[in-house]
């Protein structure tokens, strides 16, 4: 009994310390970064005893600022970035070797040595709350590390201190950067990428395209009209449950649609021209953009498009012939569509090439296009 009770404590005890470890990375909160992107990496802040570490949340010893100089714990970031740390009590020496860097310095005193190199710090490394701080900036110069300190007062309650490896440029994503914030402030991030931010905050969820300002992320009936232009925030029911299409206006100016299951929100695809049909058949989504802003790479691809669920993230491919162009007249009126195993029923015609007017409308007609592949074929003209 005593075994079964020891097999089982360490069971759930491994489970639990998979799942913590796994939900405290930033990629849990932030789709678009990979390890890659974090590796190597801390962010920290003045404010909080929280850091990330390659990208995993762990507590920290803080940085602080005297005297308008923001100095930081030197063997905290050090062995967060893999350094390897000695202390010589009898000299008050630190001898820090990372890759082919070794650093020397002494407690008390501004020399700063970096194989066998001297130099001189503006502020001498000194013990505060049993920590050795040095300045901020040597961190980066010792470790080839870029290093990037924000601060915005107004609409930032924490600053951030980022010290990467200079190529890991996607760390200071505008968005990346807000879900940090918001963890920092112990917000509940449901969802996050470089578009949008959904958190939940006393049982309902919320959204922001910039993860400063919040309204209601709740399913929302709208109905076009000829007197009103929308391009994002229009929801979609279908026998799927909800889709979610936004727009980002202030970044990419691209088209982003979501599926929505309660707290469970994955991205479907992204399109640089605008979504305006969505419909779902037998597990899948197919959906229609329109031509108005174009088509990037028209002649190889259509505007209609399935997206399949696979390995944890929606993969699209466009549906029908390359050039072609689906669902609406040339009046940009939508036409029905309906889908069944046969495939999707709907007028079209070749829109793309290098074609007369008289050769353009003589495709004009009603296609039916197969649910997988880029083939159709003409029902009636």
Not at 111 to 140: C, F, Q, W
Not at 176 to 195: H, M, N, T
Not at 322 to 349: A, E, Q, S
Request: with cysteine.
């Amino acid at each position: 009994m005593k075994i079964r009770l020891l097999a089982l404590l360490t069971f759930i005890l491994f489970f639990a310390f998979e799942y913590t470890a796994h939900a405290e990375s930033i990629r849990d909160y932030y789709k678009d970064i990979t390890e890659n992107d974090l590796k190597n990496s801390v962010i920290l802040s003045p404010e909080s005893s929280m850091a990330f570490i390659n990208g995993q949340r762990v507590s920290a010893v803080k940085p602080i600022v005297k005297d308008g100089r923001t100095l930081v714990p030197l063997r905290f970031i050090s062995e967060g970035l893999g350094a390897k740390v000695d202390f010589n009590a009898k000299n008050q020496s630190i001898t820090i070797k990372y890759a082919d860097k070794t650093m020397i310095l002494n407690i008390g005193k501004k020399d700063l040595s970096v194989n066998g190199k001297s130099s001189e710090m503006d502020v001498a490394a000194n013990v505060y709350n049993h920590s050795t701080y040095i300045p901020l900036r040597y961190i980066g110069e010792t470790f080839n590390k870029k290093v990037v300190y924000l601060k915005n007062a107004e609409i930032q309650p924490y600053s951030l201190i980022i010290i990467r490896d200079v190529n890991a440029t996607a760390i200071e994503s505008l968005n990346l950067i807000r879900a940090c914030e918001l963890l920092y402030q112990g917000k509940s991030i449901v969802y996050s990428d470089r578009f949008m931010t959904v958190i939940k905050e006393d049982g309902q969820l919320f959204f922001s395209n910039n993860s400063l300002y919040f309204e209601p992320f709740v399913y929302q009936e709208w109905t076009e009209d000829t007197n009103t232009v929308r391009l994002g925030d229009i929801w979609f029911k279908t026998d799927m449950g909800h889709f979610y299409l936004n727009y980002a206006y202030d970044t990419t100016q691209e088209f982003i649609l979501y599926r929505v299951d309660g707290e469970a929100i994955t991205r479907v695809a992204i399109e640089e021209a605008p979504i305006k049909a969505v419909k779902t058949y037998q597990n899948d989504v197919y959906y229609l953009t329109r031509y108005e802003r174009g088509i990037l790479d028209a002649h190889e691809t259509s505007n209609l498009k399935s997206a399949t669920f696979d390995n944890g993230q929606w993969v699209s491919d466009y549906l029908g012939k390359p050039g072609f162009y689906y669902g609406f007249d040339t009046l940009g009126k939508i036409y029905d569509w309906p889908i069944d195993d046969n495939g999707i029923t709907t007028f079209g015609f070749q829109r793309s090439g290098d074609l007369s007017s008289d050769e353009r409308k003589a495709t004009f007609g009603n296609y039916r296009i197969e649910l997988k592949g880029h083939h159709h074929e003409l029902v009636n003209p």
